[in-house]
């Protein structure tokens, strides 16, 4: 898609230009930018940097620098000369011009955050360091968008919540499967009662990700690394992301304590031995990863959510959801069932239906408002455009976003809880409450983006 199309579809919306003239709202056309009415100022251009520029960062310069007026991205980093080389490149290809970079060793980032000409970051590094640059961007005052999973330990989910606490930036985790048509169309239908008071979540991310596991000269990536060194539910978030906003959590409920149980590893050796050989160094490595973790999930109200997550096994890619609740349920794999009155089912739509029967009443606005923009823009189907869409806007409007640090930290804890409750044999672990006791009110953030 071109810039000048692209122009034809701003939206009116409102940001706090910060800097020089702090807190001074500026109103878009609803038309093109060329057509920013008399006495309108031209939008201020946000500055966003990039951290990690690898495989994943491509989507987000694309759909920054193409799919968006008024971004611009003046500085990228990252540690490897290869990868840093290429973010250049990438900027370029999408009209960026050439950023400045920033790859003395994995603590240049920090010369990165020092600019104040830099509004907001793009984090996508590994996972291992995800957590600790975005805390340090909010120490810096920045607004910051993290790749999942976010952090990487349970200290890391405390941290991440104080440095948003204290920060004049903001946070949001880019939780790119939460966005998708039909999971917010059962969103929308949840909220107007269709499935009576919801009461069961499924979600699961299955993902055979062994390929990605060694580099060029067969020494382990830092996905290898995870699902070495790391157990459990190892990437939570495209799982858990959206059961746990269609029951609430965090708004009005919370979740309390989990459990987990993991198969023993075998899929990463037995990859590791047809890939290498039996007698090889990567066949003499203890992969840590099972090749299916599931978590049960209580929650303060009495409700349950179960999570599947598995990286390393010979399934296919798959993310399956259910809502459960007391007159009818969505399974993204059977459809949606509904019951009457007399408790018989008397609605049943398939899933392939779905979208077509129920988009008119129940459509998300997102899509209602900007689905063809997302088609165009594509990135898993459009995901990536939504994602980067709230990040941007997260800035403009100055406003918490719908998957914020609350969100991002609760959904990650699940990581590093489960591996808890797999070392005490499946016992029940704790899940702390990370918003100190404001989910109970349902509204607390209210006014934010959703
Ligand atoms: N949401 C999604 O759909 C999705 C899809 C793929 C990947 N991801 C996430 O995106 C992130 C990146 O994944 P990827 O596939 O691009 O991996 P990648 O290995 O291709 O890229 C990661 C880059 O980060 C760089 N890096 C690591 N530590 C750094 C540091 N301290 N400072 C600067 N740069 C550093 C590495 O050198 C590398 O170039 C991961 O966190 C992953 O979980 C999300």
Redesign the pocket.
């Known amino acids: 898609m071109s810039k000048s199309t692209d122009t034809n579809k701003f939206h009116r919306r409102t940001f706090l230009e910060k800097g020089t003239t702090a807190a001074t709202s500026v109103a878009l056309s609803c038309a093109t930018v060329s057509m920013v009415s008399a006495g309108e100022k031209p939008p201020k251009k946000l500055r966003i940097g990039v951290?990690?520029?690898?495989?994943?960062?491509?989507?987000h310069l694309r759909q920054l620098l193409k799919h968006n007026d008024n971004v611009v991205v003046p500085a990228i980093?990252?540690?490897?000369p290869?990868?840093?080389a290429s973010g250049v490149r990438a900027v370029q290809s999408f009209g960026g011009g050439t950023p400045e970079t920033?790859?003395k060793?994995?603590?240049?980032?920090r010369d990165l955050l020092a600019r104040d000409d830099i509004d907001g970051v793009i984090?996508?590094?590994?996972?291992?360091?995800?957590g600790?640059?975005s805390i340090d961007a909010l120490k810096a005052d920045k607004y910051v968008g993290?790749?999942?999973?976010g952090t990487h330990s349970l200290e890391e989910c405390w941290e991440l919540v104080k440095a948003k606490e204290k920060s004049k930036g903001r946070y949001m985790l880019?939780?790119?499967?939460s966005y998708g048509r039909e999971t917010l169309i059962v969103l929308n239908m949840i909220r107007k009662g269709v499935f009576g008071n919801p009461c069961f979540g499924v979600g699961s991310y299955i993902h055979d990700c062994r390929f990605?596991a060694y580099e060029p000269d067969g020494q382990l990536?830092?996905?290898g690394r995870m699902v070495r060194d790391d157990y459990g539910c190892n990437?939570p978030s495209?799982a858990i992301g959206s059961p746990a906003k269609w029951l609430g959590i965090n708004d009005g409920d919370r979740m309390v304590s989990l459990t987990a149980v993991m198969t023993e590893p075998q899929g990463l050796h037995d990859q590791a031995v047809k890939k290498f050989g039996p007698d090889s160094p990567q066949a003499k490595i203890k992969f840590k990863s099972g090749d299916i973790t599931i978590v049960n999930i209580r929650t303060a109200k009495g409700k349950v959510l179960r999570i599947d997550c598995g990286l390393g096994c010979t399934r296919p890619y798959s993310r399956y959801y259910t809502l459960q609740g007391l007159t009818g349920c969505y399974d993204s794999r059977k459809g949606v069932y509904i019951n009457n009155d007399a408790g018989k089912v008397d609605a049943v739509v398939w899933p392939h239906k779905l979208v077509k029967n129920y988009a008119a009443e129940f459509e998300h606005k997102l899509y209602r408002e900007e689905a063809e923009q997302a088609k165009k823009a594509g990135g898993?189907g459009g995901?990536?455009y939504f994602?980067n869409r709230d990040f941007l806007q997260m800035i403009r409007e100055d406003k918490d976003p719908w998957i914020d640090a609350y969100d991002a930290a609760a959904w990650t804890s699940i990581m590093h809880l489960s591996r808890h409750s797999i070392d005490k044999n499946s016992a029940p672990v704790d899940i702390p409450d990370f918003t100190g006791g404001r989910w109970k009110n349902p509204d607390w953030r209210k006014g934010r983006m959703a």
Do not use: F, M, P
């Not at 993290?146 to 999973?149: A, C, D, F, R």
């Not at 880019?174 to 499967?177: G, K, S, V």
């Open positions: 951290i990690g520029t690898g495989r994943r960062s491509n989507t980093c990252d540690c490897k290869a990868a840093l920033y790859g060793d994995e603590y240049a980032y984090v996508a590094t590994d996972c291992q360091w995800l600790k640059i993290s790749e999942v999973t880019l939780e790119n499967a990605l990536t830092w996905r990437y495209h898993h995901l990536d994602v």
